[in-house]
C-alpha cells in the first residue's frame, strides 16, 4: 500500500535553518544539510527546504547549499523560494532537488507552471499556496483567498480555482499551507485539505498547523492529505519521526517502516 | 565503470550521485561506444515514453541497449527505462518500446478519488522470488515511487516483485539473466535503495541465471 508521507520542513535564511510563526519571530535551529541528515537517518519520507529571503532580496535559491544536501542525503527532497524561471528550475534540479515549488511568482505569472512542466514533467513542479479563511463568498466562493509573499498580500483569488487552474497547467502536486493554522501547533485546517484532496487528481501535501502525533493522523484520516509537512513540533524536539510514525501506526495509517 | 544512459528523459543527478555515494566511478553518458565498454550499464529516466522513444532512436541508441543486453553484462532499468524496454506502452497514444520485456506498460486508472495518479510516494515491494539485487532487503521494504503507468509482463516468469496501487497490482521489479528492471527509484529510496544499487555493482549475473 502507499504510505503516507511525513515532510519536515526546513525555513533556511543566510544557511541556517529557522522557525517562526507566521513569518515571524524567527529563532536559528542549525545547519540545513546536518538537519537533513538526521531526518533523513531518523525516517522522514522526504523533505522540503524553503529559502525564505530569496525572493524578498531578488537572488535565486542558494544551489550550493541545495547540492550539499543532494550529496548528503538518498530521499527526495523539494526546494522553494528564489525559482522565478525555467533557469532557476533547471539549476536547482540539476543540483540534485527532486522537485520545485513556485508560489507567489507563479500567481503572477502562471505560464511558468506550463514551462516548468513541459521542460521537466508535471511531477517535478509543486505548487505552494497559502490560503486564508474569508467571509466574502462573492469573491472567493470556497471559503478561502489565496494570499502571496508571506500571507502579506491578498489576492482576491478563490483557493480552488486556483488548485484547478494550476492542475490544469500542469502542476504535480499542491501543498497547502494554512494561513490560518501555520505555526499555531495547534492542528492541521482539516478542511481547507480535504476540499482540495477532493477536488484535484494530483497528491495533496497538508502543511500548518502539525503540533502533535494526532494533528497527523486527522489530516490523513478526515482530509485524506497524501503528506503532511511538519516543522516546529520535531524543530523543537518535542517529537521524534520515530515517534510520530509509531502513533501513525497505532491509529492504521500506513507509513513507511523500514530505512 | 557504471555507463548511466542519457537520453534528455529527466534528471540523472541523483542516479550519479548514489554511484557517488557508493564510490562507483560512474558515467552520465549518450555515446553507444561508451555504453558498450562499459561493465555495467543503467538505463534510467522519468518523462513520457513517446518522445523518450524518438530521442533514443535520434541518438541511435535502441540497438545499442538491445546489443548491450545481448552481451550479458549486468543491465539495470529504472523508472521510465523500465517501461521502454517493455513491448508497449499506453502512453502518448500507444508506443512500441524496445521490446526486451514480453508485456505492456498500462495507465493507472483508479476508482476512488484519493487515489492519485501520478502515484507519488513510499509503497512496499513482495518479493516473489529470490535474486541477487534485493540480497539483503528485507520483502516488504519500501521503495520510492512517482508513475502514472505500471509495467504487467505478459510472462509471470520475469516477475522479481510486486506493488499494490489504485486497484492493481503491478510489477514493480523484473529481471531475467543479466537485465533486471524496477518501476522504483533506488536512487532515491534511502539506504535500502542504496543497498540494491550496491548488489547491482556486485552482481556477476551467470550466477543468477537459475530462476
Redesign the interface.
Known amino acids: 500500500m502507499l504510505t503516507r508521507r511525513i515532510i519536515p520542513c526546513l525555513d533556511v535564511r543566510n544557511k541556517i535553518v529557522t522557525k517562526g510563526v507566521k513569518f515571524q519571530n524567527n529563532v536559528d535551529l542549525g545547519d540545513p544539510v546536518e538537519m537533513a541528515q538526521r531526518y533523513s537517518d531518523e525516517g522522514c519520507d522526504e523533505l522540503v527546504f524553503y529559502d525564505i529571503t530569496a525572493s524578498a532580496e531578488g537572488r535565486p535559491i542558494d544551489i550550493v547549499m541545495v547540492e550539499e544536501v543532494a550529496r548528503a542525503i538518498r530521499i527526495p527532497f523539494s526546494v522553494g523560494g528564489g525559482i522565478s524561471t525555467v533557469e532557476d528550475m533547471s539549476r536547482a534540479l540539476l543540483a540534485g532537488a527532486e522537485k520545485v515549488s513556485v508560489n507567489s511568482l507563479a500567481v503572477k505569472n502562471p505560464a511558468i507552471i506550463a514551462e516548468g512542466a513541459k521542460a521537466f514533467g508535471s511531477q517535478c513542479i509543486v505548487l505552494g499556496m497559502d490560503p486564508v479563511a474569508v467571509d466574502d463568498a462573492a469573491k472567493c466562493p470556497c471559503g478561502y483567498e489565496i494570499t502571496t509573499r508571506g500571507f502579506r498580500e491578498h489576492t482576491g483569488i478563490d483557493a480552488l480555482e486556483w488548485a484547478k487552474k494550476a492542475v490544469d497547467l500542469g502542476i504535480g502536486e499542491i501543498v497547502v499551507n494554512s494561513v490560518d493554522a501555520d505555526g499555531t501547533r495547534e492542528g492541521f485546517e482539516i478542511e481547507l485539505t480535504r476540499m482540495i484532496a477532493e477536488n484535484v487528481p494530483v497528491p495533496v501535501v497538508a502543511s500548518g498547523g502539525a503540533g502533535t502525533p494526532g494533528h497527523l493522523v486527522e489530516v490523513f484520516e478526515q482530509a485524506h492529505a497524501d503528506a503532511a509537512i511538519i516543522a516546529g513540533m520535531i524543530h523543537t524536539g518535542d517529537y521524534t519521526i520515530p515517534q510520530i510514525k509509531e502513533d501513525l501506526v497505532r491509529a492504521g495509517v500506513p507509513v513507511r517502516k523500514k530505512w | 565503470m557504471v555507463a548511466i544512459i542519457d537520453y534528455k528523459a529527466?534528471?540523472l543527478?541523483?542516479v550519479r550521485?548514489?554511484f557517488?555515494?557508493l564510490g562507483v566511478d560512474a558515467t552520465i553518458t549518450d555515446n553507444p561506444e561508451d555504453i558498450l565498454a562499459a561493465e555495467r550499464v543503467v538505463f534510467p529516466g522519468?518523462?513520457?515514453a513517446g518522445a523518450a522513444m524518438v530521442t533514443l532512436q535520434e541518438l541511435g541508441l535502441t540497438d545499442t541497449i538491445r546489443a548491450a543486453v545481448a552481451s550479458g553484462k549486468p543491465f539495470l532499468g529504472i523508472c521510465l527505462g523500465t517501461q521502454i524496454i517493455f513491448e508497449h506502452s499506453q502512453e502518448d497514444g500507444g508506443v512500441d518500446g524496445i521490446g526486451l520485456v514480453p508485456g505492456d506498460v498500462r495507465l493507472f486508472q483508479p476508482s476512488s478519488?484519493?487515489?492519485?495518479?501520478?502515484?507519488?510516494?513510499?509503497?512496499?515491494v513482495s518479493q516473489l522470488k529470490v535474486h541477487p539485487l534485493m540480497e539483503g532487503i528485507?520483502d516488504?521494504?519500501?521503495f520510492?515511487?512517482?508513475h502514472s503507468y505500471y509495467p504487467m509482463p505478459s510472462d509471470r516468469d520475469w516477475i522479481v516483485g510486486e506493488t499494490?496501487?489504485a486497484d492493481v497490482t503491478f510489477s514493480s521489479m523484473v529481471a531475467k539473466g543479466n537485465l533486471a528492471a524496477t518501476q522504483f527509484h533506488p536512487?532515491?529510496?534511502?539506504?535500502?535503495?542504496?543497498r540494491l544499487l550496491e548488489n547491482f555493482c556486485r552482481w556477476e549475473p551467470s550466477e543468477s541465471e537459475a530462476d
Open positions: 529527466g534528471n543527478t541523483s550521485l548514489a557517488e555515494a522519468v518523462g513520457a478519488p484519493y487515489d492519485k495518479v501520478p502515484q507519488m510516494g513510499w509503497n512496499s528485507a516488504e521494504s519500501e520510492y515511487f512517482v499494490d496501487y536512487e532515491k529510496s534511502g539506504r535500502i535503495g542504496l
